[in-house]
């Protein structure tokens, strides 16, 4: 068990719709970063927040927005929800918002399972 | 091309047997590397963190970084059938950007 837990672990949804996928991170974390992983791609980075303010930003979709909540915990909101969505969606946290030579700990959650039919 | 690049396999070895898996990058200025294990799906697991150059070594894994060819390595001595997963090396290729390869299939047969 990583200590960083998605809701929900499976999903499924209808075209246009929009979804909310939760995460909490490891006690202690200040970042979280959001991943998705479709079968034809590997993981790719969405987001990262660090203690509640966006510090990076990928090939996340207008149609995607993620918060940082003051108690930590992160949503990603996938709305006008299309096929090409359906995905394992990934939550990591880490203490830190950036690489230390001391070692960086990103621990990902069991991740939720998105199936838009 | 790709900032990380890494040969999707599927590989496969008998019990025992020294695996090597390898990826590429595109920028000698990344000096943060990771390796993940991912078993079916599942959340990715985090198996070795190498800073700059150099080999780090935990257990029957160890990773190796080459900075003059931008190369990285994750060897795994005396395989098991339990090492049978997708590994994925991952680098911090912008600030905090954590950027994967697509993953190497290992299967490891008794």
């Known amino acids: 068990d990583s200590g960083v837990t998605q809701t929900p672990k499976h999903l499924i949804t209808a075209t246009g719709q929009r979804v909310t996928l939760r995460c909490s991170p490891r006690?202690?974390?200040?970042?979280v970063y959001w991943y998705q992983q479709s079968l034809d791609q590997g993981l790719q980075f969405l987001i990262q927040y660090y203690n509640g303010e966006e510090r990076a930003k990928g090939n996340i979709l207008e149609r995607f927005s993620a918060q940082q909540f003051p108690d930590l915990h992160s949503e990603l909101n996938l709305s006008s929800l299309e096929l090409g969505d359906s995905a394992l969606y990934f939550c990591a946290s880490s203490p830190s918002g950036t690489p230390k030579s001391s070692g960086n700990t990103i621990y990902f959650g069991e991740g939720s399972w998105l199936t838009v039919v | 091309q790709k900032e990380v690049e890494q040969d999707p396999g599927p590989l496969s070895v008998p019990e025992g047997a020294i695996v090597s898996l390898n990826c590429t990058y595109s920028n000698s200025a990344f000096q943060y590397f990771m390796w993940y294990r991912q078993y079916s799906r599942k959340g990715p697991e985090l198996l070795m963190y190498?800073?700059?150059?150099g080999n780090k070594e935990d257990g029957r894994f160890t990773a190796q970084v080459d900075k003059s060819s931008k190369y990285i390595s994750l060897f795994i001595r005396d395989s098991q059938p339990s090492d049978s997963a997708t590994y994925l090396c991952?680098?911090?290729?912008?600030?905090?950007?954590?950027?994967f390869g697509e993953g190497t299939q290992l299967t490891v047969n008794p």
């Open positions: 190498t800073y700059s150059s």
């Open positions: 991952a680098i911090f290729t912008s600030g905090s950007r954590l950027t």
């Open positions: 006690s202690g974390d200040l970042s």
